[in-house]
């Protein structure tokens, strides 16, 4: 069973950082794109970042771009998140998601792009 599990939200002011983290488990993600979104309350979820297979290639959304970085250890089958210069409007769920085919670019940033999902985890910035 592959499980993509996330960790490391919570609530912070606004200008401060966090760093989220998602454990990928049952199937290695080494050959495939992830990503991050996040939903808002009462929003679709949106896209935030996403990251080729080797980590050559990233792409973010226009609202988190010089503020957000997006990594990954294919070795331990893990995916991170940056955030820095928080701000309120980045208050939502965030969700670690995968694909099951390899790498290809452009990078995916629709939500039906991705087979894999996180169960997420909030993130609260306050002003």
């Known amino acids: 069973q592959v499980q993509l599990v996330e960790s490391g939200g919570g609530l912070v002011q606004a200008g401060g950082s966090l760093r989220l983290s998602c454990a990928a488990s049952?199937?290695?993600?080494?050959?495939?794109?992830m990503g991050w979104f996040r939903q808002a309350p009462g929003k679709e979820r949106v896209f935030v970042a996403a990251i080729t297979w080797n980590g050559a290639t990233t792409a973010y959304a226009d609202s988190v771009k010089e503020r957000f970085s997006i990594s990954r250890d294919n070795a331990k089958n893990t995916l991170s998140l940056q955030m820095n210069s928080l701000k309120p409007e980045d208050t939502a769920v965030y969700y670690c998601a995968g694909q099951s085919g390899y790498s290809r670019e452009p990078l995916t940033r629709a939500t039906n792009g991705y087979d894999y999902w996180g169960q997420g985890t909030q993130v609260t910035v306050s002003a």
């Open positions: 049952g199937r290695t993600f080494s050959w495939n794109t």
